[in-house]
């Protein structure tokens, strides 16, 4: 046994989950390759963090409830790792529809709505099982599903078609491997609010062939004009789903890390195969979000909460005209073609490249515009959407307006003689 012990040699390795963990938003975001121009100030709309400037902030109430739990010391120690039942309860009112009831026990509370996601496939997939995503969509569906060896197949959304899902590509991509469809609505990269017609169309491919469907809606208080948010489990009494939600958009508080998973079962298909379970499972590994935070939400979540609801459509007011000033400016820049949104905080921008004398595709254009005029956008590439690029339009307005006028000048100095 010495003998043994003394021929060891320091084999210390990352492992292989660690290696596949890899979210390209963040290894862009934090590490960065290009270097901004050092005589013009940075302007960043690159990351889907609305508080960056500081001209978006949560309203007031909240802080104030916040600071008087804080000081009655009766939130400070371990919360149920699925959430205070008060807390269950509350988001469970706020999500139900009539025709989609739920009480505490379908709600396990999260450290974000991607602790949420995570949940969500680990609960459904093991090991060698594959899910389907979007594309262009969220890399996180990606990276949360490597970590654990599922494997990802994805849908392609159609374009021209304002990003719908290729229905046909969609079934053709399912096998007997194959355990969950997750739907993005309304869509982070794209900006769009999918019809109450095209989600029926998708949960029929779910009940065609036996599939649940994780149904990310983070995004589902941000719509814009008359684009009407439809919540997938309100469409269907056959299909079970796992709904995606939280605070971090609609409240402005990503930091709060604070998500939810709601779990619509159908037919006791989810209950049969012990996900509810399974989920409470998975939740007890890290003991649930922030007891603070979630001490809040009764009176944060409160439907009736008419100084809530008013500031809510303040900010998707504001955020709206923000997203028509991007859609008006870039559209005068030179090889640039907006795409309208009707949600979110997000604006997809098409390069037509062969309008420039040295731009060969988005993440040239991207990494040159960082270089010569410091506004830091993320290339198409990175949503598995070649030349395009996202903007993030949760700036102040003189902000945005200066970043545009500096997009609309390098246009024109690159623009093809």
């Not at 949420?116 to 262009?136: F, T």
């Not at 993005?184 to 990269?189: I, L």
């Not at 009940?207 to 589902?220: K, M, N, Q, T, V």
Request: proline share 5%; charged share 25%.
């Amino acid at each position: 046994m010495q003998d043994n012990v003394s021929q060891r040699k320091w084999n210390v390795e990352s492992s292989k989950s660690a290696k596949n963990a890899v979210n390209p938003i963040r290894r862009i975001v934090d590490k960065g390759g290009f270097k901004p121009n050092p005589n013009k100030s940075t302007i960043s709309l690159s990351i889907g963090d609305p508080c960056v400037f500081g001209n978006l902030n949560i309203l007031d109430y909240a802080n104030d409830l916040l600071i008087e739990n804080i000081k009655s010391s009766k939130f400070n120690g371990y919360p149920p790792s699925t959430g205070y039942e008060i807390s269950r309860e509350a988001v469970a009112k706020y999500v139900e529809t009539p025709t989609s009831k739920l009480t505490s026990k379908d709600i396990i509370v999260a450290s974000g709505a991607s602790g949420a996601i995570e949940l969500a496939i680990g609960v459904l997939l093991n090991e060698g099982d594959n899910i389907l995503v979007p594309k262009p969509g969220f890399p996180l569906y990606e990276c949360t599903s490597k970590t654990k060896f599922i494997n990802v197949k994805h849908y392609n959304l159609l374009e021209k078609q304002e990003f719908s899902v290729d229905l046909e590509h969609l079934k053709s991509l399912i096998d007997d491997k194959t355990k969950a469809i997750l739907v993005n609505n309304p869509s982070n990269p794209c900006g769009i609010v999918y019809s109450k017609q095209h989600l029926l169309d998708i949960i029929e491919v779910a009940r065609e062939y036996c599939l649940p469907i994780i149904a990310d809606e983070i995004y589902s208080d941000l719509t814009f004009g008359e684009h009407k948010f439809y919540p997938m489990a309100s469409l269907t009494d056959k299909v079970p789903i796992l709904s995606i939600g939280g605070i971090a958009k609609r409240f402005l508080v990503p930091g709060w890390r604070l998500g939810w998973v709601a779990i619509h079962d159908r037919d006791n298909i989810f209950s049969n195969g012990r996900i509810i379970e399974g989920l409470v499972s998975l939740s007890q590994v890290i003991l649930g979000p922030n007891s603070l935070v979630q001490s809040i939400l009764p009176k944060l979540l409160d439907p009736q909460n008419t100084q809530v609801k008013e500031w809510c459509s303040t900010i998707t007011k504001t955020l709206e005209s923000h997203s028509k000033l991007t859609v008006d400016m870039l559209s005068k820049a030179n090889g640039l073609k907006p795409v309208h949104s009707s949600g979110t905080m997000y604006q997809m921008i098409e390069i037509d490249c062969s309008k420039y004398e040295d731009i060969a595709d988005d993440n040239e254009f991207v990494g040159k515009l960082l270089e010569e005029q410091s506004v830091f956008l993320l290339q198409g590439t990175v949503f598995s959407l070649p030349n395009f690029f996202r903007i993030v339009f949760c700036a102040p307005i003189d902000k945005l307006t200066d970043a545009y006028e500096r997009i609309i000048e390098f246009c024109e100095v690159h623009k093809k003689k």
